[in-house]
């Protein structure tokens, strides 16, 4: 996995975060490749193929204003602020 580099936009929260789907990087792709996950404190605690999906779940159900990731997992991630 290419290092993403994070801009400024991004807080010590966000980079925490995104360290520990750095960390786990090929655990998570063998796991759940091709799909997005979204992170809290080092864990998964969603997945699912649709990006939107997992964040209207992540927003309304499991994390309110809790600050999460929510990142693809493939060679070629995006990762989305929310």
């Given amino acids: 996995m290419a290092k993403l580099k994070l801009g400024r ?3 010590k929260t966000y ?3 995104w360290g520990y ?5 090929e655990e998570l792709l063998t796991k759940y490749g ?6 809290y404190n080092g864990r998964v605690i969603d997945h699912d ?5 997992l964040a209207r ?3 309304d159900d ?3 204003a ?11 991630p995006r990762v989305y602020e929310v």
């Avoid at 809790?66 to 070629?76: G, L, Y």
């Fill in 34 to 39: 091709g799909e997005f996950v979204a992170m």
């Fill in 15 to 17: 980079r925490r975060q």
């Fill in 66 to 76: 809790k600050r999460f990731i929510i990142a693809e997992v493939s060679r070629e």
């Fill in 62 to 64: 499991k994390m309110g």
């Fill in 21 to 25: 789907f750095e960390q786990q990087f």
């Fill in 57 to 59: 779940r992540m927003l």
């Fill in 9 to 11: 936009g991004f807080d």
């Fill in 49 to 53: 193929k649709d990006d939107e999906e």
